[in-house]
T-cell receptor, first 115, second 110 residues
């Protein structure tokens, strides 16, 4: 299995620009999670989907952030407009089901730098 | 706000020693507990999970859970330089979300 795939791996952009991060979950997994990791705040859950439906977006920082999952094999996280404080590593993770014992598998992450 | 606290570290141990990593959590309804290892510049990877009180051993790793004290720990025996990484404690409660601690950075010195 290829694991969770994220693209791009690195993104450098200027303040005000739109940024789109992409994720392909492990085939057959029915839940997908977007996280953001910084030194100051650690690993934070932004939003998660179950069967392509957003279940909890309470971690999304503000309206500049949006996420979609149009089908079971693809999700995007968009930031518009981007700000320097959005600089972080963004991880996507997927999980087979929602049982307590299920394990989340992380993608390699996208390192975002907003200048 | 559900919280997971880890000893901030950094933790430094000599090669061959036992490394002890600790975690406390605030939600008494938590059901599942995970330890992830994260090498610098890499993504978290699961190394241990535990669901019931007591100890769970896997090779050099032992996870310990005490739900009454809301405490979970990870012991690494015979520590190796390759164990040097940040260890993240994660807790799952009644919802599907994992709540992560901020991690403890471990360095194993040859």
């Amino acid at each position: 299995d290829a694991g969770v795939i994220q693209s791009p791996r690195h993104e450098v952009t200027e303040m005000g620009q739109e940024v789109t991060l992409r994720c392909k979950p492990i085939s057959g997994h029915n839940s997908l999670f977007w996280y953001r990791q910084t030194m100051m705040r650690g690993l934070e859950l932004l939003i998660y989907f179950n069967n392509n439906v957003p279940i909890d977006d309470s971690g999304m920082p503000e309206d500049r952030f949006s996420a979609k999952m149009p089908n079971a094999s693809f999700s995007t996280l968009k930031i518009q407009p981007s700000e320097p404080r959005d600089s972080a590593v963004y991880f996507c993770a997927s999980i087979l089901g929602l049982r307590a014992t299920d394990t989340q598998y992380f993608g390699p992450g996208t390192r975002l730098t907003v200048l | 706000q559900k919280e997971v606290e880890q000893n901030s570290g950094p933790l430094s141990v000599p090669e061959g020693a036992i490394a002890s990593l600790n975690c406390t959590y605030s939600d008494r309804g938590s059901q599942s507990f995970f330890w992830y290892r994260q090498y610098s510049g890499k993504s978290p990877e699961l190394i241990m999970s535990i669901y019931s009180n007591g100890d769970k051993e896997d090779g050099r790793f032992t996870a310990q859970l005490n739900k009454a004290s809301q405490y979970v720990s990870l012991l690494i025996r015979d520590s190796q330089p390759s164990d040097s990484a940040t260890y993240l404690c994660a807790v799952k409660g009644g919802s599907e979300k994992l709540v992560f601690g901020k991690g403890t950075k471990l360095t194993v010195n040859p």
